[in-house]
């Protein structure tokens, strides 16, 4: 039986007379690992920055659970349960890693800062029992700005999955990575999406990683949805094979 739990429908954005987003549907399975792919300006940040509410759209429909989201702003959305991974660099990355996510977990909680308080150590607690599934335990301590590029994409995730989100959007999540770094990010991502039952929409370059662990791809080009469906009929899809698979046989190396 479908269980949608986050839909877009007709969903557009102009930046002055260029459509960035062109009439995007899109409908995504909870507990499902769902890709968004597409050349380089196809549109997928901005339906990203749409669906989380960091962008306006100019028109078109943002549901959640059923309700719109449409016109929320980020944080109210964010409660609802859709959140997009941090940059670190953006927040704390003077905080340790410990701190950083005990950070997600207390914002969470709608509670106030209490150093001292009881609470605050059992979010530290909480926090290296994250960090101990993501790799990062021996970190603990460590100035979050000063972890090698994959660490801190990797607290990063560790960080939004401390909010325990229902939705988590992930664009790019091994942009700038080696090879391994991208290996471990592809598992971190799978596993802790699915031991914790969290809905996962990403944008991805890499192809061996969204072919090897989405369930759902959706592929965008010039701002419209050109095809859907699991790896297998996505990846045979004449048009994606013409238009997109074509010359992302060096997307590897063409990701910023
Ligand atoms: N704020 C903006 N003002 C004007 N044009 C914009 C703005 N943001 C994005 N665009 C344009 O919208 C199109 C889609 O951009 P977007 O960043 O969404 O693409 P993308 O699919 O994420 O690309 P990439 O793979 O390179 O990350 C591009 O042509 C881009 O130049
Ligand atoms: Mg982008």
Do not use: W
């Not at 660490?151 to 790019?172: C, F, G, N, S, Y």
Request: proline share 3%.
């Amino acid at each position: 039986m479908s269980d949608t739990v986050l839909a877009v429908e007709g969903l557009v954005r102009d930046f002055g007379a260029f459509r960035a987003v062109n009439h995007v549907d899109l409908a995504v399975e909870r507990g499902t690992i769902h890709a968004v792919i597409g050349p380089n300006g196809a549109g997928k940040s901005t339906l990203f920055k749409l669906i989380t509410g960091s962008l306006r759209p100019t028109a078109g429909r943002v549901i959640l659970n059923g309700q719109s989201i449409g016109g929320k702003r980020s944080h109210v959305i964010a409660r609802r349960g859709l959140v997009q991974v941090f940059q670190l660099s953006s927040i704390c990355g003077r905080l340790t890693v410990a701190e950083s996510v005990a950070l997600g977990l207390i914002s969470q909680r709608h509670r106030g800062f209490d150093v001292a308080s009881t609470y605050q150590r059992r979010a530290r607690d909480e926090a290296v029992a994250i960090l101990d599934q993501v790799g990062l335990v021996a970190h603990a301590s460590s100035i979050a700005g000063t972890l090698s590029h994959g660490d801190q994409r990797a607290l990063e995730i560790a960080m939004a999955l401390a909010i325990k989100p229902t939705v988590l959007l992930l664009d790019e999540p091994t942009a700038g990575m080696s090879p391994a770094e991208t290996a471990v990010i592809a598992d971190l991502v799978v596993s802790e999406a699915r031991a914790r039952g969290i809905t996962v929409v990403l944008s991805e370059h890499d192809m061996d990683v969204v072919f090897g662990i989405s369930d759902h791809v959706t592929v965008l080009h010039q701002g419209q949805v050109i095809a859907g469906g699991t790896p297998a009929q996505v990846r045979s899809h004449p048009e994606v094979m013409a238009i997109y698979l074509g010359h992302a046989a060096t997307a590897g190396e063409e990701a910023p």
